[in-house]
C-alpha cells in the first residue's frame, strides 16, 4: 500500500504502460508539484474523472517529463506501471488530494487467453491496416506479454471513454482480451458498412456527373446534326405554340418551358415541370361538343331512357331550351360566365339517379364522365395536389374533363353526401367554388395553377339523404328530388327497361321467355318494397336464371304470370299488414323516410302497473324522445276535452315501443302517431287499419309541417294503405303526387290533434267497425 497525490483525468484514461501527455492546469498541477516533493519520488495516481466522480480503480504513475506543449500550453508527459485500488484519502502536503492506494496484483493468464491474443492481433492488424498504421503494426506483433498486448488498445482512438475505464477496471488480461475482441469485431462491421455507403455515395456521384457530360456531349452533336431532341425542351416549346390554349394557359406554359430549358436534366424539377406541361397540353382547352338544339328530340331520348321522373326531365329541357335561345340571340354575359347548370338528384336508391346521368349526357349530345365521391376525404381529390408533392395529379374534376375530351360534358358527382371530413381536409368545402355557377368560370385546380372555365359544364349530383349535404353546398345545387316509382311505373320499368336488360345477360331472348304485366305487378307488390326498382330487378334476374335452367331439359316457350310465378320466387315476402297489427288499441301506423325511401312505421304503447313515467325503446333519436314526451304531456293536459281519463296516463308506467328495435330511427314527423297510439291505449278503441298518418305536434295540440310527404304517401301506397293523415300545411305538396297515387289514397290535411284523434280512432259505438267516422266534428275530406 503506498500513499500517492491523485492526478484526475478528465476526458482520457491511461493504462499500465501507456506514456501520456496532461495538460496541466490548477487540480493537475498540484498533483504533479505534490508527486515531486514527495516521499515517493514522481509517483502519482492518474484515476478517470466522470461527472465530477473519481472511479474506484486507478494506475500508478511515473512524471516522465515536465515542460510545455508544441503549443506553448504546460504539461507532463506521464507513464502509466500498474493498476491500484483507490483507498481512503490522507492527509498529505501541498493543494493536491492523497490517497492510499493498493497494488492489484494480476492473476496468471487462463488457458484461452494466448488464443484471445491471436484472435486480437488479426483482428486489430486488420484495422491498422485500413488507417495505413504500418509502424505501429509491427509494435503490435513483436508484444508478447499479453498484459501489454491488451493495455496498449488504450491508445485507439475509436475506443470510447466508458470502453477504456472498463478495459482499466478488469483486472484479468483475459477478460481484457476477450472484451477487446467483440469491440474490434463491432468496429470492424461498422466500418464495413461505412465504406459500403461511401461507396456506393461516390460511384452514384460519378455516375451522375458522367451523365451529365454525356448527355452535354449528345445536345452538343445533335445540335451540329442539326436534329431536336424528342423529349427536350425545344420540342414541349414547339408543342406549346402549335397548340390551342387559352392565353393565360399560354403564359404559364411559356413560363415552365423557359424554367426547362434552364434546368438540367438530371434535376428532379425538370420532370415536375415535363409532367406538368403533358398534363396541361393534353387537356381539351377549346375544345367543345355541340348541343343538340331539338328539343322534341331530345325529349324522346329522354323518354326512351327513364319512365317517370318528369320533373327532371322538365328541367333538363328548360335548361336546352334557355342555351338555344342565348344561341339564337348571340348573347354572351359579361365576366366570362356561362350557363352551366348544378342539379343535385337526391332520393332514394335504386330510382335511377346515376344512369339518368348518362340519358342527359345523351340528350344534350354532350360527353359523359361519372365521378365517384362516396368516402373521399382528401381536400386533393378535389382541388388536386401541389406540384412538388411526390406523385402528384391535378383533381378529379380537371382529371374528368380530360377523360371527356371536351370543357362541356355531363359530370356526375355521385355519392355526393357521402364525402368526410379527414385529416387532409373536407372535400365538401372544395367544392364549394366548383358547383358555384357565380364562381367555377375561374375554378383553380392546386395542381395547374391556372385558371379553369367550368361555366358550360353541366354538373349533376346524386345523393340519397339530403341532410347529411353540408348547408352552403347545397345552397349552390337547384335540388331535383326522386322520390320513388309506383308500382304501375314499376311495372313499365321492368317492361321496357329491365327485362330487356336481364334477358340479355341470361343469354335469352323473349322467344324463349317471357314476363306478363299481372306477374310483374305482383312482383312489384308483393316481393319486393322499395322506392327504387334495384330489388325488382334482382328479381326478374332470378326468374329468368331459373327459366335457363328449364330450357336447358325442355325447349317449350316459357311464360311467367301470375298463377306460375311462385314457381320461381315462392311465396310473396310482403304483404298487407296494418290490419292485423292494428287490431287492438295502442298501436298506430306512422309514415317516415329513411334512407332507402318512404317507409310504414309501427308505433305502439302499452301501459303497466309500477312507477309512473315513460320508457322509450326502438333506439329512438333524442328529437323522437322529445316528440314522445310532447304527445304525453299533450294527452295528461288536454285528455278530458277529448274524452280521455289523464289518470290512465299519469298513474301508470307507460311503455312506448318502435319496432325494429336494430334500426335507429329519429325526424320530428311521429308526434301525431305517437298520439294517436297513447289515446288508443287510455281510450281502447283501436286505430282504424286502413290510416297511415304523418306529422308533427306541439304542446298546445298543433299539426306541424314536416317533409317527405311525396316518399311517405308513395310508401302508404305500397303498404295497401287507403287513407292518410297529412299536416295541413303541407297541402301543397300533394301537387306532386303521380294521378294514380292520387286516386288511390283519400288524404285528410289536419291543423289540429283533436281533429286526428276523432278521425283515426274507431267509434265507440262502432266496436270493431273499420267504416268510416261520420260523428259531428269531423273533418272534411280532401281528396288530393
Known amino acids: ?39 515517493e519520488k514522481n509517483r502519482l495516481l492518474t484515476v478517470p474523472r466522470i461527472d465530477g466522480e473519481y472511479g474506484p480503480v486507478g494506475t500508478i504513475a511515473t512524471i516522465q517529463k515536465v515542460g510545455r506543449l508544441p503549443s506553448g500550453e504546460p504539461a507532463a508527459l506521464v507513464r502509466g506501471e500498474a493498476r491500484a485500488r483507490i483507498g481512503s484519502g490522507v492527509p498529505g502536503p501541498g493543494a493536491a488530494l492523497w490517497v492510499e492506494a493498493t497494488l492489484i496484483v494480476e492473476p496468471e ?31 503490435v506483433e513483436r508484444m508478447t506479454d499479453l498484459s501489454e498486448l491488451a493495455d496498449s488498445a488504450g491508445y485507439a482512438p475509436w475506443l470510447t471513454l466508458e470502453q477504456k475505464i472498463e478495459l482499466l477496471k478488469a483486472e484479468d488480461v483475459t477478460t481484457r482480451l476477450e472484451l477487446l475482441t467483440n469491440w474490434v469485431r463491432e468496429h ?13 455515395v461516390r460511384e452514384g456521384l460519378e455516375k451522375s456527373q458522367r451523365e451529365f457530360l454525356l448527355r452535354q456531349q449528345l445536345a452538343a452533336i445533335r445540335k451540329e446534326l442539326g436534329e431536336d431532341e424528342p423529349d427536350g425542351s425545344a420540342d414541349y416549346r414547339a408543342r406549346v405554340e402549335e397548340a390551342d390554349l387559352p392565353d393565360n394557359v399560354r403564359e404559364a406554359a411559356m413560363r415552365e418551358v423557359n424554367k426547362l430549358e434552364r434546368s438540367s436534366d438530371a434535376s428532379p424539377e425538370a420532370g415536375w415541370i415535363r409532367t406538368w406541361l403533358d398534363t396541361v397540353l393534353e387537356m381539351p382547352w377549346s375544345t367543345r361538343t355541340e348541343d343538340n338544339t331539338d328539343l322534341r328530340e331530345a325529349k324522346k331520348q329522354l323518354d326512351a331512357d327513364h319512365t317517370g321522373l318528369e320533373d327532371v326531365k322538365d328541367r333538363i329541357l328548360e335548361y336546352l331550351a334557355v342555351r338555344n335561345r342565348r344561341a339564337a340571340r348571340n348573347l354572351q354575359v359579361v365576366g366570362g360566365r356561362g350557363s352551366g347548370a348544378v342539379l343535385a338528384l337526391a332520393g332514394p336508391p335504386g330510382v335511377g339517379k346515376t344512369s339518368l346521368g348518362e340519358s342527359v349526357a345523351k340528350a344534350l349530345g354532350r360527353k359523359f364522365v361519372r365521378v365517384s365521391l362516396g368516402g373521399v376525404r382528401d381536400e386533393a381529390e378535389i ?22 375530351g371536351s370543357m362541356n360534358p355531363v359530370v356526375l358527382l355521385d355519392e355526393v353526401d357521402k364525402l368526410q371530413v379527414g385529416f387532409s381536409g373536407d372535400p365538401a368545402a372544395a367544392l364549394l367554388e366548383v358547383l358555384d355557377p357565380a364562381q367555377n368560370h375561374t375554378f383553380r385546380d392546386h395542381y395547374l395553377e391556372v385558371d379553369l372555365d367550368l361555366s358550360d359544364v353541366l354538373f349533376l349530383a346524386t345523393a340519397n339523404v339530403i341532410e347529411t349535404i353540408p348547408g352552403p353546398l347545397l345552397d349552390r345545387m337547384e335540388l331535383v328530388t326522386l322520390d320513388g316509382y309506383t308500382e304501375e311505373e314499376k311495372v313499365a320499368i321492368g317492361r321496357d327497361h329491365l327485362l330487356p336488360r336481364q334477358l340479355d345477360r341470361a343469354g335469352l331472348t323473349p322467344d324463349e321467355v317471357s314476363v306478363s304485366d299481372e306477374a310483374l305487378r305482383l312482383v312489384a307488390a308483393e316481393h319486393t318494397r322499395e322506392a327504387g326498382v334495384r330489388q325488382l330487378e334482382r328479381a326478374i334476374a332470378k326468374i329468368l336464371r331459373k327459366a335457363a335452367v328449364k ?49 310504414v312505421l309501427f308505433i305502439e304503447a302499452t301501459s303497466m302497473d309500477g312507477e309512473p313515467g315513460l320508457t322509450l325503446t326502438g333506439q329512438l ?102 287513407e292518410v293523415i297529412i ?40 266496436g270493431t267497425d273499420t267504416g268510416t267516422d261520420t260523428a259531428a266534428g269531423t273533418p272534411e275530406l280532401v281528396a288530393a
Do not use: C
Open 383 to 404: 382541388r388536386g395536389h401541389r406540384r412538388t408533392y411526390v406523385g402528384a395529379l391535378p383533381g378529379r374534376i380537371v382529371r374528368a374533363l380530360r377523360e371527356a
Open 109 to 139: 493468464p487462463a488457458g484461452k487467453a494466448r488464443e484471445l491474443a491471436r484472435e486480437y492481433k488479426a483482428l486489430i492488424t486488420a484495422v491498422l491496416q485500413q488507417r495505413g498504421a504500418w509502424q505501429v503494426i509491427d509494435a
Open 551 to 599: 330450357l336447358a331439359v325442355s325447349t317449350d316457350k316459357i311464360t311467367v304470370d301470375r298463377v306460375s310465378l311462385a314457381d320461381y320466387l315462392g311465396r310473396p315476402r310482403f304483404t298487407p299488414e296494418s290490419a292485423e297489427r292494428t287490431a287492438v288499441p295502442g298501436v298506430a301506423t306512422g309514415l317516415a323516410v329513411t334512407g332507402v325511401g318512404g317507409e
Open 1 to 39: 500500500m503506498a500513499t500517492l497525490p491523485v492526478l484526475p483525468l478528465t476526458d482520457d484514461v491511461l493504462l499500465p504502460g501507456m506514456v501520456v501527455p496532461v495538460i496541466l492546469d490548477a487540480t493537475t498541477q498540484a498533483a504533479v508539484d505534490a508527486a515531486r516533493a514527495g516521499a
Open 621 to 722: 333519436g333524442d328529437v323522437m324522445k322529445e316528440s314522445a314526451h310532447i304527445a304525453l304531456s299533450y294527452l295528461r293536459s288536454h285528455g278530458r276535452e277529448l274524452g280521455l281519463d289523464p289518470n290512465e296516463l299519469a298513474g301508470r308506467r307507460i311503455h312506448l315501443h318502435v319496432p325494429a328495435g336494430a334500426v335507429p330511427k329519429d325526424g320530428p314527423s311521429a308526434g301525431i302517431t305517437m298520439v294517436t297510439a297513447l289515446a288508443s291505449l287510455v281510450s281502447g278503441r283501436p286505430v282504424r287499419p286502413e290510416f297511415g298518418m304523418t306529422g308533427e305536434v306541439t304542446l298546445s295540440g298543433r299539426v306541424l309541417p314536416i317533409g317527405g310527404v311525396k316518399q311517405k304517401l308513395l310508401a302508404a301506397h305500397r303498404a295497401g294503405l287507403t
Open 188 to 200: 470492424l462491421a461498422e466500418q464495413e458498412v461505412t465504406e459500403r455507403i461511401n461507396t456506393d
Open 727 to 766: 299536416p295541413a300545411r303541407n297541402e301543397p305538396d300533394l301537387d306532386d303526387l303521380p294521378k294514380e297515387v292520387r286516386d288511390a289514397l283519400t288524404v285528410h290535411t289536419l291543423a289540429d290533434v283533436a281533429d286526428v284523434l276523432k278521425l283515426a280512432l274507431r267509434p265507440v259505438e262502432a
